[in-house]
T-cell receptor
């Protein structure tokens, strides 16, 4: 079946450090891929997405590239801020159902 | 962007009672809404897909008689946890998609069953 695997957290970084959160997927077909962010006490927000191979999604300094050959969609940011502290979820969506399948989430803690 | 609200944001109920959670799309019409359950420090698990004017579609392993879903209008879906027990304590999240099929998530409802 379809699934998403994320690196376990928590990830603790100092402000201005480089961030990578790994995400790989298994899917029968060609899914759309997403990163969602959940700030403390809030609902999930779409961070970025990519709908086909080699697409790069970007938003607020975060980037992720849809790599079909490695079935990956790793999240990166060149310089994290304290305000980036949150839980990040990788997810896939098969067009036929519009259901989202989430990874387990990775908690990021950025220290000043 | 589109806004989805949930009510209540938290609720405490006694074992054996039922509790209703509302999910509303505030500025768009949502023919489809989704209900998720999130355990502490874990991912979201899709419980069911709620379609306006028809029966909900439940995921495997989710008891449809325990988790009653009603999608009576294009802006409102409700989840009723019937005869709640402590193991039903969890964070329940709804989402809705607009005409572009982008999903917008509610802030969640924390249910505690004592």
């Amino acid at each position: 079946g379809n699934s998403v695997t994320q690196m376990e957290g928590p990830v603790t970084l100092s402000e201005e450090a480089f961030l990578t959160i790994n995400c790989t997927y298994t899917a029968t077909g060609y899914p759309s891929l997403f990163w969602y962010v959940q700030y403390p006490g809030e609902g999930l927000q779409l961070l970025l997405k990519a709908t086909k191979a080699d697409d790069k999604g970007s938003n607020k300094g975060f980037e992720a590239t849809y790599r079909k050959e490695t079935t990956s969609f790793h999240l990166e940011k060149g310089s994290v801020q304290v305000s980036d502290s949150a839980v990040y979820f990788c997810a896939l969506q098969m067009d036929s159902s519009y259901k989202l399948i989430f990874g387990s989430g990775t908690r990021l803690l950025v220290r000043p | 962007g589109a806004v989805v609200s949930q009510h209540p944001s938290w609720v405490i109920c006694k074992s054996g009672t039922s509790v209703k959670i509302e999910c509303r799309s505030l500025d768009f019409q949502a023919t489809t809404m989704f209900w998720y359950r999130q355990f502490p420090k874990q991912s979201l698990m899709l419980m069911a897909t709620s379609n306006e004017g028809s029966k909900a579609t439940y995921e495997q392993g989710v008891e449809k008689d325990k988790f009653l879903i009603n999608h009576a209008s294009l802006t409102l879906s409700t989840l009723t946890v019937t005869s709640a027990h402590p193991e039903d304590s969890s964070f329940y999240i709804c989402s809705a998609h607009d005409s572009s099929y982008e999903q917008y998530f509610g802030p969640g409802t924390r249910l505690t069953v004592t």
